[in-house]
């Protein structure tokens, strides 16, 4: 993992959740885009010169920058040319049918028009936007579900939260006044003032108590029952189970989603180190034949731009899900598992293989007694037949003369039993 505080994994998904009928919603989705944007994005992982050791977003804390000083930030916050039309539209693109925005960092900076504090995009900064408004619109324009990441534990700027022991004296704090009188009715402003929102995304819950953790939950689902709260409400609750940050469990129950960075970082630095669309593919590959999704992260700049080196590998993963999308969207955990040249994912009518290890010899094993009516390769533009040859206990498909894909093949089988 690329995080030094990484929240809680917790597969133990709340058995009062399991009923929450907007789980349906988030199996379908399968992919979706974070989105960590915030004040940031400006130093971009220099202090006065001095690198930050680990992620952009952890600057303040990292390099201990006093509270006031971070804040004046602020007033550099001008992102005019921001669109979050085209942001939503890169989502579009890529294949992404869910978009889940920091509303608040660790570092308290909102981005939105919060009576809580001026500390935000719309008040202290220049701009002068409310861009969950504006993202939340674009989103609902476009058929994309809409979250929001609301760091509910940490917030440096805040004198009663966790995480900033250099401004603040955690003996002295009064925590469980912050839940209630400062997240409680930011939660509420960001319920009820954007229309639906499809789930609330907490996170670092370490120090939470479960009664706190309960209290949110109860908070969030009062004010929209079928707004998802992901497992880093703390505590074994939420709706679903959240992996560590970049972590592919083996084998977990229930629904479950990964994190992961487009590169090292959730806010915008220098580093360019981006992941490829096959890098990415596999990693969707292995989360669908798990039952879980894939939330990428793409961290704008201080103008509000995704670098054009990460756009390219996001447009490729969204050529591929076009043409392979059935594979993934609303499929659910494959009947082959340990297979030796990639996964395997299932609807009702078919199972996929994604075939990571192309077979030098030009046959695919399948596993041990199981036969196959027919099979088709899905990433070409034709869905090419392949024959399969051999019956239960030894069936192989073709490969002969057809070539892998430059993402990763998919190979739909019918009658597979
Ligand atoms: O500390 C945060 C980090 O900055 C980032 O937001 C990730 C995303 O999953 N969550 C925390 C670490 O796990």
């Known amino acids: 993992a690329d995080t030094p505080d990484a929240g809680q994994i917790t597969f133990a998904q709340d058995p009062q959740s399991q009923?929450?009928?907007?789980?349906?919603?988030?199996?379908?989705?399968?992919?979706?885009?974070?989105?960590?944007?915030?004040?940031?994005?400006?130093?971009?992982?220099?202090?006065?010169?001095?690198?930050?050791?680990?992620?952009?977003?952890?600057?303040?804390?990292?390099?201990?920058?006093?509270?006031?000083?971070?804040?004046?930030?602020?007033?550099?916050?001008?992102?005019?040319?921001?669109?979050?039309?085209?942001?939503?539209?890169?989502?579009?693109?890529?294949?992404?049918?869910?978009?889940?925005?920091?509303?608040?960092?660790?570092?308290?900076?909102?981005?939105?028009?919060?009576?809580?504090?001026?500390?935000?995009?719309a008040v202290d900064a220049p701009l002068g936007r409310d861009i969950v408004g504006e993202i939340s619109q674009a989103c609902r324009d476009?058929?994309?579900?809409?979250g929001l990441y609301y760091s509910q534990t940490q917030d440096w700027t805040h004198p009663d939260a966790a995480g900033n022991d250099w401004d603040f004296d955690p003996e002295t704090q009064d925590f469980?006044?912050?839940?209630?009188?400062?997240?409680?009715?930011?939660?509420?402003?960001?319920?009820?003032?954007?229309?639906?929102?499809?789930?609330?995304?907490?996170?670092?819950?370490?120090?939470?108590?479960?009664?706190?953790?309960?209290?949110?939950?109860?908070?969030?689902?009062?004010?929209?029952?079928?707004?998802?709260?992901?497992?880093?409400?703390?505590?074994?609750?939420?709706?679903?189970?959240?992996?560590?940050?970049?972590?592919m469990p083996d084998e977990p129950a229930g629904d479950w989603e990964t994190p992961i960075t487009g590169n090292g970082t959730w806010g915008f630095t220098d580093n360019t180190e981006w992941k490829s669309a096959h890098e990415i593919s596999v990693t969707i590959a292995k989360a669908v034949s798990r039952g879980g999704n894939v939330l990428l992260n793409v961290g704008p700049d201080s103008r509000g731009a995704v670098p054009s080196a990460q756009v390219v590998e996001l447009e490729a993963i969204g050529d591929w899900l076009q043409r392979c999308g059935a594979s993934i969207y609303g499929t659910h955990r494959g009947p082959f598992r340990a297979l030796d040249w990639g996964w395997s994912t299932a609807s009702s009518d078919h199972v996929y293989l994604l075939v990571e290890n192309w077979p030098a010899h030009g046959e695919l094993v399948l596993p041990a007694n199981v036969s196959v009516e027919s099979a088709r390769l899905l990433t070409d533009a034709g869905g090419t037949s392949l024959e399969v040859r051999g019956a239960q206990g030894g069936a192989v498909v073709d490969l002969n003369g057809v070539e892998a894909d430059a993402v990763l093949s998919v190979i739909e089988l019918t009658g597979a039993r």
């Open 176 to 247: 469980e006044g912050y839940l209630q009188g400062y997240v409680k009715p930011q939660l509420t402003e960001l319920l009820t003032g954007y229309g639906e929102i499809a789930l609330i995304w907490f996170d670092t819950p370490q120090g939470i108590t479960a009664e706190q953790s309960r209290d949110l939950v109860e908070h969030v689902h009062m004010l929209q029952p079928y707004c998802l709260v992901n497992g880093r409400v703390g505590n074994g609750l939420g709706d679903y189970g959240q992996t560590r940050d970049n972590e």
């Open 142 to 146: 476009r058929g994309i579900k809409f």
């Open 19 to 121: 009923g929450n009928p907007a789980l349906r919603w988030f199996r379908e989705a399968r992919f979706g885009m974070f989105v960590h944007w915030g004040l940031y994005a400006i130093p971009a992982g220099y202090w006065n010169g001095k690198p930050t050791p680990h992620m952009g977003e952890w600057i303040m804390h990292d390099l201990k920058i006093p509270a006031e000083e971070y804040k004046q930030l602020a007033a550099s916050f001008d992102p005019r040319e921001f669109d979050a039309n085209q942001l939503v539209d890169l989502a579009v693109r890529a294949g992404q049918r869910y978009l889940v925005l920091t509303a608040k960092h660790h570092d308290g900076f909102c981005l939105w028009d919060t009576e809580l504090t001026t500390f935000s995009s």
